[in-house]
């Protein structure tokens, strides 16, 4: 019998994360590949949690777009941090991050119509936009520093392009936009009149005066613009994929269609925890920006120490280097032989690519490990390059 998997999804039937975090369970590797914390979250909000499960609360389904208090919460997040006008018609809470990325493709991009996308992307973004059956338009950043390049994705555009997926903080780059490129990437998508998908997964990993801005608060995007947010990635929770997505409510109304058709709802006694997450106060977010900064300068020194060239990354937690100065042309090539002569794993940036010429040198380093992990994953990269 033929392959019964349909063709739009076979080139996305194995992943580079899963691929390698499996290399390294198999060998003994130290993984600095796939993006989890291997610390937990904050204790108060694990609690409530606990508190929920002990209690019943959460033992059944949720409301289908979310518990009303984590909506409500939400809501004041994007008011705080942001001032953006968010209501609770313009929230929707998903399973994870990734979900409402694939909701938003599926209810507002029409099969054959064209997603854009930056180079290197999070490989989700391709197998989401296949299973839409649309068109994936992928547009490299600039090559030495990868910063995004809008004269090239002017001269990719075409009149079936729908949306722009963007990702700032940037996985798997760890660059954070900077405000003239906001204002550069809005006035692309106001002029072409594009439906914007922001993935703000990162919104509080950001370093030094990095600051995260969401383009939904630049001029011409709050109509046009969903945005995403993960519970996972700001309290270290990844387990219990808790996100969501918040805009206006014609645009949020769209996406709640398509997701009560995917997991219906999840997460029961993880919402109101989450809810709880995002009422801390500054001094949670400040802190827990203080201690991955210093596991970035941690893992960056050493790794320049190596020889490689470090782009010091600006948000998320994942550092880039690029590995010519070793003498490897290849970040794939580098990346297999280091689990099985280094015992470390990493992800090369090619496989999240469509632009090899500009990714084949890159590697991505997960720093989100105890000091101690790190440190071992040095020591054995020392002693492979000694």
Request: charged share 20%.
């Amino acid at each position: 019998m033929s392959d019964p998997l349909v063709r739009r999804m076979r080139p996305y039937e194995r992943t580079i994360f899963g691929e390698m975090s499996g290399l390294a369970s198999r060998l003994g590797a130290v993984n600095l590949g796939q993006g989890f914390p291997d610390t937990g979250g904050p204790p108060q909000v694990r609690k409530v949690a606990q508190r929920a499960i002990a209690e019943g609360r959460g033992d059944q389904y949720p409301p289908a777009h979310g518990d009303p208090d984590l909506r409500a919460a939400i809501v004041e997040h994007q008011r705080r941090f942001y001032g953006l006008p968010v209501d609770d018609d313009g929230v929707v809470v998903t399973t994870g991050a990734s979900e409402a990325i694939a909701a938003a493709i599926l209810a507002l991009v029409e099969p054959g119509e064209q997603v854009m996308v930056l180079d290197p992307y999070f490989d989700l973004y391709a197998a989401t936009i296949a299973l839409a059956g649309a068109e994936r338009i992928a547009v490299p950043l600039t090559a030495e520093t990868l910063r995004p390049d809008v004269a090239a994705m002017q001269r990719a555009l075409t009149s079936g392009t729908r949306m722009l997926l963007l990702n700032s903080p940037h996985n798997p780059t760890g660059v954070v936009f900077t405000g003239a490129e906001l204002a550069e990437l809005a006035r692309f998508a106001v002029a072409n009149d594009l439906l914007v998908l922001a993935d703000e997964a990162y919104e509080h990993l950001w370093f030094d005066d990095n600051t995260h801005v969401p383009i939904a608060t630049l001029p011409g995007m709050w109509e046009r613009t969903v945005t995403v947010g993960s519970g996972g990635k700001s309290f270290s929770f990844t387990g219990w994929k808790v996100g969501w997505a918040s805009g206006p409510a014609d645009l949020i109304a769209a996406v709640r269609v398509v997701r009560q058709h995917l997991s219906y709802v999840s997460g029961g006694p993880f919402q109101p925890a989450i809810a709880a997450g995002l009422r801390l106060p500054d001094a949670y977010f400040d802190g827990f920006r203080a201690d991955l900064a210093g596991k970035r300068d941690r893992l960056c020194e050493g790794l320049s120490a190596l020889g490689m060239r470090v782009i010091a990354p600006q948000g998320t937690y994942f550092a880039t280097t690029d590995v010519r100065p070793l003498g490897f042309t290849d970040g794939d090539q580098f990346c297999h032989r280091m689990p099985h002569e280094a015992g470390v794993v990493a992800i090369p940036l090619s496989a999240l690519s469509d632009h090899p010429q500009v990714s084949a040198p890159f590697v991505r380093w997960a720093f989100c490990k105890r000091e101690e992990v790190l440190d071992e994953a040095l020591r054995r990269l020392r002693g492979w390059l000694g």
